[in-house]
């Protein structure tokens, strides 16, 4: 049921620094079995009848943010009021092909470079299609490296400083690493912290203080893999647990906080260096199966694909505070 509510700013105590979400919300109130601790405000309602359920957000200059709409195989770029405009479309793969996990065709991790090129996953049972795919600013769409059609290539990071990619594998249980100018991948890491258990593996990724760090949805985990001397992979670290159903994540800054998106429990949580968690956003927030989030500044941005609820596929934002 749809109605309007206010909520007031709450501080959640984080670390001896204590890292808050806060902001005022006034939307649909969600059912939530947890009490929400912070709030937040929508910057749009998406158009689920269109195949709007955003799966992967990244930042645009100028306060926009680019999406991938994950079914509908569409980019799309979301103006700071809240207007949609697709940017790209993806073909439609051949008749009986057959995405590995999911069936349907499925558009996953998006990344920008500086002079606003963007680079996106493509997963669709087919040799043809799946891969690492670029978008120049006023072009069109062209596979640039392709994956193993057995594959599901998810999550993607972008090292723009040693100009290559990195491509979460949520059915393969692998990161690959790609050059920007696209070409062959490279099987950086396969380990069984990466792999699934029963649905998807690997699935976040991100580059952070000389490392790469995934996420495991069905393990509940957050992995750190050093990047090594000469760019190979160094041990698999397991930095946090407990968090089954975990989607993407973001840095909140320089230090290894982070929050992410718990998707099916409709929940967005603070993890701290220690490992330990809280949850900080909740259905009552509006939150509808997050899928990923982007920090700008004190600000993060946070994607919601409505895959369960089906109800509003959203963005939302949250201004992140220091407290005492």
Same mark, same amino acid.
């Given at each position: 049921?749809?109605?309007?509510?206010?909520?007031?700013?709450?501080? =959640?105590?984080?670390?001896?620094?204590?890292?808050?979400?806060?902001?005022?919300?006034?939307?649909?109130? !969600?059912?939530?079995?947890?009490?929400?601790?912070?709030?937040?405000?929508?910057?749009?309602?998406?158009?689920?009848?269109?195949?709007?359920?955003? &799966?992967?957000?990244?930042?645009?200059?100028?306060?926009?943010?680019?999406?991938?709409?994950?079914?509908?195989?569409?980019?799309?770029?979301?103006?700071?009021?809240?207007?949609?405009?697709?940017?790209? *479309?993806?073909? &439609?793969?051949?008749?009986?092909?057959?995405?590995?996990?999911?069936?349907?065709?499925?558009?996953? @991790?998006?990344?920008?470079?500086?002079?606003?090129?963007?680079?996106?996953? #493509?997963?669709?049972?087919?040799?043809?299609?799946?891969?690492?795919?670029?978008?120049?600013?006023?072009?069109? +769409?062209?596979?640039?490296?392709?994956?193993?059609?057995?594959?599901?290539?998810?999550?993607?990071?972008?090292?723009?400083?040693?100009?290559?990619?990195?491509?979460?594998?949520?059915?393969?249980?692998?990161?690959?690493?790609?050059?920007?100018?696209?070409?062959?991948? *490279?099987?950086?890491?396969?380990?069984? &912290?990466?792999?699934?258990?029963?649905? !998807?593996?690997?699935?976040?990724?991100?580059?952070?203080?000389?490392?790469?760090?995934?996420?495991?949805?069905?393990?509940?985990?957050?992995?750190?893999? +050093?990047?090594?001397? #000469?760019?190979?992979?160094?041990?698999?670290?397991?930095?946090?647990?407990? =968090?089954?159903?975990?989607?993407?994540?973001?840095?909140?800054?320089?230090?290894?906080?982070?929050?992410?998106?718990?998707?099916?429990?409709?929940?967005?949580?603070?993890?701290?260096?220690?490992?330990?968690?809280?949850?900080?956003?909740?259905?009552?927030?509006?939150?509808?199966?997050?899928?990923? =989030?982007?920090?700008?500044?004190?600000?993060?941005?946070?994607?919601? @694909?409505?895959?369960?609820?089906?109800?509003?596929?959203?963005?939302?934002?949250?201004?992140?505070?220091?407290?005492?």
């Amino acid at each position: 049921m749809k109605g309007t509510i206010m909520r007031t700013r709450i501080g =959640l105590l984080a670390t001896a620094a204590a890292m808050t979400l806060a902001g005022t919300a006034v939307g649909p109130a !969600l059912a939530s079995g947890t009490d929400s601790t912070a709030d937040a405000r929508f910057v749009t309602h998406l158009d689920m009848a269109a195949g709007q359920r955003p &799966e992967n957000i990244t930042l645009e200059s100028g306060g926009a943010v680019d999406v991938t709409f994950a079914y509908s195989r569409q980019v799309a770029r979301i103006s700071p009021d809240g207007r949609a405009r697709i940017l790209a *479309t993806l073909p &439609e793969p051949p008749a009986g092909a057959t995405t590995p996990a999911l069936s349907s065709p499925f558009l996953g @991790g998006i990344a920008r470079a500086h002079d606003g090129t963007l680079y996106f996953l #493509y997963a669709t049972g087919s040799n043809n299609l799946t891969g690492l795919w670029r978008l120049c600013p006023g072009g069109t +769409p062209r596979r640039i490296a392709a994956l193993p059609a057995a594959g599901l290539p998810n999550g993607l990071a972008f090292d723009e400083t040693k100009g290559l990619l990195y491509a979460a594998d949520s059915v393969l249980g692998t990161v690959w690493r790609i050059p920007l100018t696209g070409g062959t991948p *490279t099987r950086w890491a396969t380990a069984p &912290e990466l792999a699934a258990a029963g649905f !998807l593996g690997a699935n976040g990724v991100k580059i952070h203080n000389g490392a790469v760090w995934v996420s495991n949805l069905d393990k509940g985990t957050v992995l750190r893999i +050093p990047i090594a001397r #000469y760019g190979g992979a160094g041990p698999i670290e397991t930095r946090a647990t407990g =968090l089954v159903n975990i989607d993407d994540f973001a840095f909140t800054g320089r230090g290894d906080t982070l929050l992410a998106a718990i998707n099916a429990d409709n929940e967005v949580a603070l993890v701290r260096p220690s490992g330990s968690h809280t949850v900080v956003l909740t259905g009552v927030d509006g939150l509808e199966n997050p899928t990923s =989030l982007a920090i700008r500044g004190n600000t993060a941005y946070i994607a919601s @694909g409505a895959y369960f609820t089906n109800n509003d596929p959203n963005i939302l934002a949250a201004r992140i505070t220091s407290g005492s």
